[in-house]
């Protein structure tokens, strides 16, 4: 069965959009079956032009996204959560919707990463942090991947995200 995780940030333009296109090119390269998905409490409308560039970088196709509100993931027709990551501290601290899980409520988890928009040094500036960004978030959505997550239940899973969120 599909393991579904949602990833939150604010505006779902940067942060949670390198994230989405990370998890699922590993889930993809590695075989597993995870499919990631990513909305924002506020979202811009528009996925940032140098996270576009990061990822096609990497080699992942991201003609199909766009900047989504969560809305799109409290109605029954949406997958069932099984795990929620927020990527930025201001979508931590916000009260998140009821997300319908296939178990009750998906476990939750933040993994703050500064936002690469705000980096200096001009277009180049922005550029390198973005692509840093993408490599920090790899290298955890690798960490994830490698979980048993067919066999976890709800608070080994917690544990072992809490884990990952300190590395």
Request: proline share 6%; charged share 20%; net charge negative.
């Amino acid at each position: 069965m599909t393991t579904h995780i949602l990833i939150l940030c604010t505006h779902n333009s940067a942060r949670s959009v390198l994230s989405e296109g990370m998890l699922n090119h590993l889930a993809r390269k590695l075989g597993k079956d995870v499919q990631a998905h990513s909305a924002g409490s506020a979202p811009s409308g528009r996925i940032n032009p140098f996270a576009v560039e990061a990822l096609n970088h990497a080699g992942i196709d991201t003609s199909a996204y766009r900047s989504k509100s969560w809305d799109e993931f409290t109605t029954p027709e949406a997958p069932p959560l099984s795990i929620v990551i927020t990527v930025c501290d201001s979508a931590a601290a916000e009260a998140c919707p009821v997300f319908f899980g296939g178990n009750g409520q998906p476990v939750k988890v933040h993994w703050g990463y500064p936002d690469p928009s705000n980096a200096e040094g001009g277009e180049e500036g922005k550029r390198r942090a973005f692509e840093l960004t993408r490599q920090a978030i790899g290298y955890k959505m690798l960490q994830l991947l490698a979980l048993p997550l067919d066999t976890m239940n709800k608070s080994e899973l917690a544990d072992a995200l809490a884990v990952i969120a300190k590395s």
